[in-house]
């Protein structure tokens, strides 16, 4: 059967070779394998590290009897998606970093700040990959001592909130997360995040830091009771100064048919690796995968109704949408 190729009108990410610069946290050393970046050395004072273009502030205080981490980030390597407690507070639900690498990073705690450095410094960023640590994730399922086990029938959710700062100012610009959604009439919608999810940060337009706040419907006389944590890999900044988006431009990406019912194909003609993300009209990840000329999606199983398609490249991020009947 002849097959028809339909070339999309797409919003693209167009950047020059040495336009972005992603903090994988891959060079970051760890002593071992299931361990997480732990210095003693200064209690109370930042000890935070740096990778890419981005500084990452880290606290560790003795204050109480003991030394214990008080917020802000460290990098990981842990691979405990099961064992729940605080004592497994290092460890991502996903078990490994984005798209499978060893080192990952985890938030703890709230109000925390990623600094921008060098050439990124006021200008707009790309995004980053999140996930639930095991913590959070487990605590929200099961309910702990301090937490309760979320519910649909409580309208239960955990959200991050991301703010732009420029010379101190907040811009006016927020993005919004949902960790865990328990709020749909429909129940089977209902979820906790614990799979690596793209969040575009693009809209928060010139920036010089980044902050995190965390919110959920469980909280308590000291504030919020579901585990202050998330994780976070594959940083990008964006350089250039230049506008990071060109609306309805035509690229070499082609995907057909649209709409499809049973099988759908992507094909490009360049010969670099594809990061291809499909995601429903929640934002939820469906599929993640890698290609190379072309790929073809088994989406019988698939609901009805639209989809996402992000494409990542490292130089470019085509996004498109196609249609499961």
């Not at 590290?49 to 214990?68: I, K, Q, R, W």
């Not at 639930?132 to 937490?147: K, L, Q, V």
């Not at 993300?277 to 190379?292: K, Y």
């Not at 790929?295 to 996004?319: E, F, K, M, W």
Request: hydrophobic share 40%.
């Amino acid at each position: 059967m002849r097959k028809l190729l339909l070339s999309l009108a797409v919003v693209t990410t167009v950047l020059s070779s040495n336009a972005q610069s992603t903090a994988t946290f891959e060079s970051l050393t760890l002593p071992k394998a299931d361990t997480a970046y732990v210095n003693f050395s200064k209690p109370g004072t930042d000890v935070g590290f740096a990778d890419g273009l981005a500084y990452f502030p880290c606290v560790y205080d003795t204050s109480g009897g003991g030394t214990y981490w008080s917020s802000g980030f460290a990098y990981s390597n842990m691979k405990d998606s099961i064992t729940s407690g605080y004592l497994n507070q290092y460890s991502a639900k996903t078990a490994k970093g984005f798209a499978g690498s060893n080192n990952y990073v985890v938030s703890y705690g709230n109000f925390n700040k990623i600094k921008l450095t060098g050439a990124a410094m006021g200008k707009a960023m790309l995004g980053m990959y999140i996930t639930n640590s095991t913590y959070a994730y487990n605590s929200m399922r099961d309910g702990d001592a301090f937490a309760k086990k979320f519910k649909a029938a409580d309208k239960d959710y955990f959200r991050l909130d991301v703010f732009g700062y420029r010379s101190g100012l907040k811009t006016s610009d927020s993005v919004s997360f949902y960790l865990a959604d328990f709020r749909f009439s429909d129940s089977n919608k209902n979820y906790i995040v614990k799979d690596w999810q793209w969040l575009d940060l693009a809209k928060l337009g010139k920036i010089d830091s980044l902050e995190f706040r965390l919110q959920s419907s469980d909280n308590g006389t000291f504030g919020m009771n579901t585990p202050a944590y998330f994780c976070i890999d594959n940083f990008m900044t964006n350089e250039t100064g230049l506008s990071i988006a060109k609306q309805n431009t035509q690229t070499d990406f082609k995907i057909y048919p649209n709409p499809a019912s049973e099988v759908l194909f992507i094909s490009t003609p360049l010969a670099a690796t594809q990061q291809v993300i499909i995601s429903d009209f929640l934002g939820r990840t469906i599929a993640q995968f890698e290609m190379t000329k072309e790929v073809a999606i088994d989406i019988a199983p698939y609901a009805p109704g639209v989809y996402h398609l992000s494409i990542h490249n490292g130089l470019q991020t085509t996004r498109a949408r196609f249609i499961k009947q």
